[in-house]
């Protein structure tokens, strides 16, 4: 009779084993690369702001040094995108989320690891030889609980990948924004410059008048004070202009630069103005975040399914190997099954449905938040556009043409320095308030959905 040889039978349990293991070969085939995600993210972004050569300023380290400044060129809005682009670091943690997600899609397609019992006995009786115990156990459970898990995971990254395009979007919205405030306040400073100069030049010419008799000591004073007041208002300006450029640098990413650099007016670059019908569809449909917020649910759902799956026993396969005193060796197969006795999966059901439910409420609040942002930018457009024109048209035309034909009629000695000065002041606010309008003009066009 032969004896079986133990090199030979620990290659059947190896057999075995893997035989046990078969059913999770098809597992942990999900790359943890975010390369394609990351890519997808950010041209879904750029698309939708016709800028896709932007994608190579994603892709720069915000933290190198930024280039020469203040620029050679005048600073525009699409300038001031780029370098925000490229120093962004909000921007960079939205990336940096969906490498994470698609960490967690890859950690959800890897299959538990298995565990090895290992077990020698000692004889305490006198007799000769040594038992010996192993056994490796395998989670099965997880197989049947893949699919729940894979589509709530993929669902998350899919929104994770929304989001980033929306940050980015927003980001280049807020750049534009500050831009447009910035060039708006530094024509304002200009204004009150224009109109600082001219009284002091008028005041100036009073002056003179009262040494010679012809002019009193209170249009003098009058002059004065209204030259003083000019003057202290375009200071102001100055700094308020000042800050508009800090707080654009801000939104760049380069808070520490050299606020005194030139910038060009922007335009509104309205080629037409859209529906309220397709305004409303744009904002229900084709924004990112609403469509993250459609993943978010099929994420619930998926985990929905999972948690159900609670109700189900819980199993481990197992394959035992004994050696005992007498040098008899054995294979145990068996199973490990948990029965959902006292904890039924109820709970876990429930709260998943609550977590159902609340990614639905929140869809429809995202929905009805980006309709009326939507209708309220096309609003704001449609007023700001009305109102420029009709300065720009009614009023504004005209208050240049009183301030030419009160400045003729002074120097023809018909009137004083107080018609003209009024007529300066009207056509200065009026050029203030057509600023104002143009303002309200860029930011309702930038606010319409992308």
Not at 139 to 153: D, I
Not at 180 to 186: G, H, I, Q, R, Y
Not at 287 to 303: H, S
Not at 380 to 393: I, K, S
Request: glycine letters at 6%; charged letters at 25%.
């Amino acid at each position: 009779m032969s004896i079986p040889h133990p090199v030979r039978k620990s290659r059947h349990i190896v057999v075995t084993f893997n035989i046990l293991l078969a059913g999770l070969v098809p597992t942990a085939c999900i790359s943890t690369d975010p390369t394609d995600d990351r890519r997808e993210a950010v041209s879904t972004a750029l698309d939708r702001l016709d800028r896709p050569q932007l994608a190579s300023n994603l892709e720069e380290d915000p933290e190198r040094a930024s280039a020469s400044w203040p620029p050679n060129q005048p600073l525009d809005p699409d300038a001031a995108v780029s370098i925000a682009m490229s120093r962004d670091a909000g921007v960079r943690r939205s990336l940096v989320a969906i490498d994470k997600a698609r960490a967690e899609l890859a950690q959800a397609d890897r299959a538990p690891n298995p565990m090895v019992e290992l077990m020698i006995g000692f004889p305490i009786d006198g007799l000769s030889g040594a038992p010996a115990m192993g056994m490796p156990v395998q989670q099965l459970t997880w197989l049947w609980t893949r699919p729940h898990r894979l589509a709530a995971a993929d669902a998350d990254r899919q929104a994770t990948m929304l989001a980033a395009g929306r940050t980015i979007i927003s980001l280049d919205a807020e750049v534009r924004r500050r831009h447009a405030n910035a060039v708006n306040a530094k024509r304002r400073a200009e204004l009150d410059h224009e109109y600082a100069l001219s009284t002091a030049g008028f005041l100036v010419i009073l002056e003179a008048l009262l040494e010679v008799g012809e002019a009193s000591r209170i249009d003098v004073d009058r002059m004065l004070v209204e030259s003083n007041h000019a003057r202290v208002s375009a200071e102001a300006s100055d700094s308020t202009a000042r800050l508009a450029r800090i707080e654009l640098l801000s939104a760049m990413g380069i808070p520490d630069a050299d606020p005194e650099f030139e910038i060009v007016t922007a335009t509104a670059d309205i080629d037409g103005l859209p529906s309220e019908e397709m305004i409303i569809d744009l904002a229900a449909t084709s924004r990112l975040d609403v469509a993250a917020g459609g993943f978010r649910i099929l994420a619930m759902e998926a985990r929905h399914g999972l948690a159900e799956t609670k109700r189900l026993p819980e199993v481990k396969a197992a394959l035992g190997w004994n050696r005992n005193f007498m040098d008899r060796q054995a294979l145990l197969p068996g199973g490990i099954v948990t029965v959902p006795l006292f904890d039924d999966g109820t709970p876990a059901i429930a709260g998943a449905e609550a977590d159902l439910r609340n990614a639905a409420l929140a869809l429809l609040e995202i929905r009805r938040t980006a309709i009326t942002e939507a209708r309220n930018a096309r609003e704001r457009l449609v007023r700001a556009t009305g109102r420029r024109r009709g300065y720009d048209l009614t009023i504004l035309g005209p208050a240049e043409r009183a301030e030419r034909l009160a400045r003729t009629a002074y120097e023809e000695g018909v009137i004083d320095l107080t018609v003209v000065l009024m007529a300066q002041r009207r056509r200065i606010e009026a050029d203030r308030h057509s600023l104002t309008y143009h303002l309200e003009e860029i930011t309702a066009n930038i606010d319409l959905p992308k």
